[in-house]
């Protein structure tokens, strides 16, 4: 097996076609998708521009689509929902659409289409998405960053789920360079709502008022289900194997 990681989105990708990949956005929207879709969420649509968001909203029919996601943080004009995990509840969200926009996760999810498999991870749903990730021989974990660059979040969260995988794996697996570092990263860092405020993401949440959220996206594996994305829609289609599938 092979785990190749991806710090900055903005680099070139290597060929993604026998590939499953992981992406990762801690701050939080694949937090939200599993928050959203453990609630209830029929599908969530991920745009790769508010604009984007707003003309498929439109086509899909507004009566049933939820459209959320978040600028520089916060809700965005004429949207329904902001991008935090605490409002993706099952009042809000059950039997609903959603189609989200973000700064860094949403546009990560279109730069992917060409693999064959490609899940959601957060650290709420870490060891489930470790479990679904590993029934491949070549997995790609795309952290969404920030602004196409480095975010030690989604860093660390990367290495936590590489080490999850490693532990797991009966076979020998070989790791890029920065799977070795992200495996580092996550061996130095506790994982806790102050670590995420210790990030440049985190903070830049703190001073926007929503302090709040670094708790629930620090919940280790608050959830065990797998969003996975095919044709452009990400639903709870994967199952760990051996998982009593209760919540998905
Ligand atoms: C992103 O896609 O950049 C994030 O999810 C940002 C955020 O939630 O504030």
């Known amino acids: 097996m092979r785990i ?25 929207a694949t937090s939200s998708m599993v ?6 969420a029929q599908g969530v649509y991920p745009a790769p521009s508010t604009e984007e968001a707003i ?22 004009e004429g949207f329904d929902l902001g991008n935090s995990p605490r409002e993706f509840s099952e009042e809000r969200v059950a039997g609903k659409r959603l189609v989200m926009s973000t700064t860094n996760g949403t546009r990560a999810f279109s730069l992917v289409e060409d693999a064959v498999r490609v899940l959601a991870c957060s650290f709420m749903n870490l060891s489930a998405a470790a479990a679904v990730a590993m029934e491949a021989d070549s997995i790609v974990v795309l952290c969404a960053g920030m602004g196409g660059l480095f975010s030690l979040d989604d860093a660390v969260c990367a290495g936590a789920l590489v080490q999850r995988i490693r532990s797991t794996a009966e076979v020998d697996v070989e790791l890029n360079d ?16 102050d670590f995420l405020a210790s990030t440049s993401t985190g903070q830049h949440l703190i001073e926007i008022g929503l302090r709040e959220d670094l708790k629930i996206c620090a919940e280790i594996d ?27």
């Open 178 to 193: 920065a799977a070795m570092g992200a495996v580092e990263m996550a061996l130095t860092f506790r994982i806790n709502a």
């Open 55 to 76: 003309k498929l909203a439109s086509s899909l029919g507004r009566e049933d689509t939820i459209l959320c996601g978040e600028a520089r943080g916060l809700m965005i």
């Open 222 to 248: 608050r959830h065990s289900v797998v969003p996975e994305m095919d044709d452009r829609v990400i639903q709870l289609r994967s199952r760990p194997a051996g998982s009593s599938g209760s919540e998905s």
């Open 4 to 28: 190749d990681v991806h710090f900055e989105p903005a680099a070139p990708l290597p060929d993604l076609t026998g590939s499953t990949v992981v992406v990762i956005d801690v701050l939080r």
């Open 35 to 40: 928050e959203a879709l453990v609630n209830g």
